[in-house]
């Protein structure tokens, strides 16, 4: 439905989502009259469409979620997932076995040499993940799932371990774990979850101390091509296989003595291939990866882009912060992305790992505290997914303010503008659109999000 009036929301460190709509407040938008030149204009050129927001389910989220009484975990779930909520999450992530934030580290088939998979097994996933990917399906049926393998089996590794290593780089091997994937979808399948999307591994260039495997662009190529792709059209699968998770090793600099780009090693090698380019419906890029982003765009604007896991910070949950990952939002988007996903969306004060790493989430829950705890990121998810949807497309902008800003137009009307100000003083907006021209005072180091009618 198109937006009748002007909506205003407005965020800073100690006043986080206020609404500054009402006529007559201090400082909120007013149409008519005599305006300064406009320093934010929207154009109305159209990019990318907006597939959505959402995290990844993991252990360690669930095991903080049980931490809530009933009536606040209802509440949690359903402003991250219901479509009325305050999130609306559409698009989630989980992995293939263990991530980084599982209870402890485990594969889908830990049976030595079962290349047929007759032993493969989503057991453990039904203890934690499955019930609550199912809690959120049940909120929003429609919210599409991706899912990618931090480590492969440890048996198909070489060194034989879930950290550091690679895939063995052998025939029966390379069959073995398409059919992984096959039986991954499948089983979700029969539970009544559809896996929408693959990407064959996280992070392709970490070599970590929790699970990780380490691919170039010439091995994810011929295993697409020659192995994941024919296995799904074998057994009809119509799951989508993704050129993802793309990270890149800090720091940049060094890599691209090295190696040209993150690009041109692993999207350009894997694309540029014809037969394996029929299989990739889209490319998922992370961290270091935000540096390739803008080329591969340029390169194939006719696929589909996402960024995969938000930067995960220190576990201190802090408003400076917050204001960074408000930057990596802007930036994903500006440069063609149609979904961004979040890392943890939910954890124990501080975020710790089991490995060690402590982590930012989006809320904090723990025993002793009496209700759940929305951190500053959880704001900034707000701001950009609150008033959008999916099928929604991204329009232009230009003037100054279009380096802190993003804007979507609903296919039936209407925009919704998200604008930071990040500067230590007040600042004026004097924005301009096709429904008239507004003037908004920014205070300092806030985030902001107007609803255009």
């Excluded at 359903?78 to 992530?93: A, T, V, Y």
């Excluded at 390739?292 to 765009?297: E, L």
């Excluded at 929305?374 to 999916?390: I, L, Q």
């Amino acid at each position: 439905m198109p937006n009748n009036k002007l909506q205003w929301f407005s965020s800073t460190e100690c006043s986080p989502w206020m609404d500054k709509s009402a006529e007559g407040q201090i400082g909120a938008g007013k149409q008519g009259g005599d305006h300064a030149p406009a320093n934010l204009t929207l154009t109305g050129e159209i990019f990318q469409t907006l597939e959505g927001f959402g995290g990844c389910f993991n252990e360690l989220g669930f095991v903080s979620l049980r931490h809530l009484s009933g009536e606040e975990r209802a509440k949690v779930m359903h402003d991250l997932f219901h479509p009325e909520g305050e999130q609306r999450f559409s698009i989630c992530r989980l992995p293939i076995g263990a991530s980084d934030y599982a209870l402890e580290w485990y594969s889908l088939n830990e049976t030595d040499g079962d290349y047929a998979m007759e032993h493969f097994s989503i057991e453990r996933d039904r203890q934690m993940l499955i019930p609550y990917i199912k809690e959120a399906l049940a909120l929003n049926p429609e919210l599409k799932l991706f899912a990618s393998p931090w480590s492969p089996p440890t048996w198909m590794k070489f060194p034989k371990a879930y950290n550091y290593g690679t895939l063995r780089w052998e025939p029966d091997i390379l069959e073995a774990y398409a059919l992984y994937f096959v039986k991954f979808v499948e089983a979700y399948r029969a539970e009544g979850i559809t896996i929408h999307q693959v990407h064959v591994q996280n992070e392709v260039v970490a070599d970590q101390k929790f699970p990780s495997c380490v691919w170039t662009g010439e091995q994810l190529k011929v295993f697409i091509r020659d192995y994941l792709g024919p296995a799904f059209e074998r057994h009809g699968l119509d799951t989508e296989i993704w050129l993802g998770t793309i990270n890149a090793p800090e720091p940049w600099d060094e890599w691209l003595k090295k190696k040209a780009t993150d690009h041109d090693a692993y999207a350009a090698v894997v694309l540029s291939d014809p037969e394996a380019y029929k299989y990739v419906k889209g490319v998922g890029y992370q961290w270091a990866g935000k540096h390739a982003i803008q080329r591969t765009v340029q390169s194939y604007p006719e696929l589909r882009y996402m960024q995969t896991e938000n930067e995960c910070g220190d576990g201190e949950n802090t408003w400076f912060y917050a204001k960074y990952v408000f930057n990596l939002y802007q930036h994903y988007f500006m440069n063609g992305v149609n979904a961004y996903i979040y890392w943890n969306m939910v954890l124990e004060p501080k975020g710790r790992s089991t490995w060690g790493w402590e982590q930012n989430a989006m809320l904090t829950a723990a025993p002793h505290l009496s209700e759940v705890i929305r951190n500053p990121e959880y704001y900034v998810m707000k701001h950009f997914s609150h008033f959008t949807r999916p099928g929604w497309v991204r329009t232009g902008l230009k003037g100054p303010w279009s380096a802190h800003a993003v804007a979507f137009q609903a296919p039936e009307g209407g925009a919704t503008l998200i604008v930071a100000n990040p500067f230590e003083d007040s600042r004026t907006l004097q924005l301009e659109s096709g429904s008239g021209a507004y003037t908004f005072q920014l205070e300092p180091q806030s985030f902001h999000t107007i609803v255009l009618p």
